[in-house]
């Protein structure tokens, strides 16, 4: 467990090399909790991410002499994005190993920082044997994404700062995965409470990848037999023994969110606070909007990172507007005669919803002969206008299916 001295070493070492990202009251999520929520702006961070302050303590520390094999990491992109900056700036040479289907812009990112990118597997946790294959073979310096002392004491200096730019922060909402950030947050937040200050701090994980609930009731690291959510940037199968033992000694809680609340809080990043999130950095705030009578504040909520695929963007906000009742598909079967649409069509005026796309289907093994299906695709004003343009649909005789 890196000390005081360790990790304001390691901050003095990030100094003129990392970005103090900016902290920003939110009214929206101010509003709802009924105190103030500061969101750690961390996807404005060079590279885009958290992970240039781990990467870059790691490999710094390694020495001109340690560094010169090159070194070599795993990532699903933020980490890899964080090695191939931090590894150019001290001059020396790194590979890293992706999930095969790794984010485009992630993989471009990371090559153009000048690092080698290799595909291997469907996971970190599948990458990262290879990277200590490679590691192994090469005598490179394997850069672990979370599992190491100089990695925590790195992702430490965020918290170190979230502290000193809101100095009467209660509560500390923090995205996790393997838990580097979690724990090194953790340390600064102990730190605080030595000298007088009332802080708790709380992981957020995606709940079909959250390894650390489970972790903490077994008491040891337990590995997850699979994993699916959007947010590949915590999609961590197992948590790395060194911040596990952080966590576990020092961390309140942990608690999970949804795919749905992932990205109904993307979608109020992105609308209210105008900030651009990857899935992952959005943990915190979907904690916030999920649970918001749960956290004292005021409140941090830690935006990890920004670097998101404009398609999978595309997707995810549209997700969120159909979770937050502002988006509706829908199909609906009528009578193969002439003016049934049409009558469909004005039914659906009356609703007031705006119709974006209609699809008018006349073959499917679900129809009668007589039967055409129309696929519609409306814009709504939230989950209570959703519902009344279905029941109007309903009342009026059509047989609604909602997709």
């Known amino acids: 467990m890196p000390d005081d001295a360790d990790r304001d070493d390691a901050r003095a070492l990030l100094a003129g090399v990392v970005r103090t990202t900016p902290v920003v009251r939110n009214r929206a999520l101010s509003d709802l909790l009924g105190g103030d929520v500061w969101l750690k702006a961390e996807n404005l961070q060079r590279a885009g991410s958290f992970k240039i302050r781990g990467a870059y303590t790691r490999i710094a520390r390694l020495g001109e002499q340690g560094r010169a094999p090159g070194v070599v990491a795993a990532s699903a992109g933020n980490h890899a994005q964080g090695v191939a900056l931090a590894a150019s700036l001290l001059g020396t040479t790194a590979t890293v190993f992706m999930p095969v289907g790794a984010a485009l812009p992630k993989v471009a990112a990371t090559t153009a920082y000048g690092a080698r990118v290799q595909h291997v597997g469907r996971s970190v946790d599948e990458a990262l044997v290879a990277a200590r294959e490679m590691?192994?073979?090469?005598?490179?310096?394997?850069?672990?994404?979370?599992?190491?002392?100089?990695?925590?004491?790195?992702?430490?200096?965020?918290?170190?700062?979230?502290?000193?730019?809101?100095?009467?922060?209660?509560?500390?909402?923090?995205?996790?995965?393997?838990?580097?950030?979690?724990?090194?947050?953790?340390?600064?937040?102990?730190?605080?409470?030595?000298?007088?200050?009332?802080?708790?701090?709380?992981?957020?994980?995606?709940?079909?990848?959250?390894?650390?609930?489970?972790?903490?009731?077994?008491?040891?690291?337990?590995?997850?037999?699979?994993?699916?959510?959007?947010?590949?940037?915590?999609?961590?199968?197992?948590?790395?023994?060194?911040?596990?033992?952080?966590?576990?000694?020092?961390?309140?809680?942990?608690?999970?969110?949804?795919?749905?609340?992932?990205?109904?809080?993307?979608?109020?990043?992105?609308?209210?606070?105008?900030?651009?999130?990857?899935?992952?950095?959005?943990?915190a705030v979907a904690a916030l909007l999920a649970h918001p009578g749960t956290f004292e504040p005021p409140v941090v909520a830690v935006l990890s990172g920004g670097n998101v695929d404009p398609l999978v963007l595309h997707r995810v906000l549209r997700h969120g507007l159909v979770a937050g009742g502002r988006y509706l598909q829908l199909r609906v079967q009528i009578a193969d005669r002439p003016g049934a649409l049409g009558r469909l069509l004005e039914e659906l005026g009356r609703t007031d919803a705006n119709l974006v796309e209609v699809e008018h289907r006349r073959t499917a093994a679900r129809l009668h002969v007589d039967e055409v299906e129309v696929a519609l695709q409306l814009e709504t004003r939230g989950g209570e206008h959703r519902d009344a343009v279905i029941g109007a649909l309903r009342s009026a005789g059509y047989g609604v299916v909602v997709e």
């Open 135 to 283: 590691s192994a073979q090469t005598g490179a310096v394997l850069v672990h994404p979370f599992d190491h002392v100089d990695v925590v004491s790195g992702q430490a200096s965020l918290g170190a700062e979230v502290l000193e730019q809101v100095p009467d922060a209660r509560t500390v909402l923090v995205c996790t995965g393997g838990g580097g950030l979690l724990a090194g947050v953790a340390l600064e937040a102990d730190r605080a409470r030595r000298h007088g200050r009332d802080v708790t701090v709380v992981g957020v994980q995606a709940a079909a990848a959250a390894a650390y609930p489970a972790s903490l009731s077994a008491g040891e690291p337990v590995p997850l037999a699979r994993m699916s959510t959007m947010a590949d940037g915590i999609a961590v199968g197992r948590p790395g023994d060194v911040p596990f033992a952080v966590v576990a000694a020092l961390v309140d809680r942990v608690v999970t969110v949804t795919e749905e609340e992932l990205s109904r809080a993307l979608v109020l990043l992105l609308e209210r606070a105008k900030l651009v999130v990857e899935p992952a950095g959005a943990a």
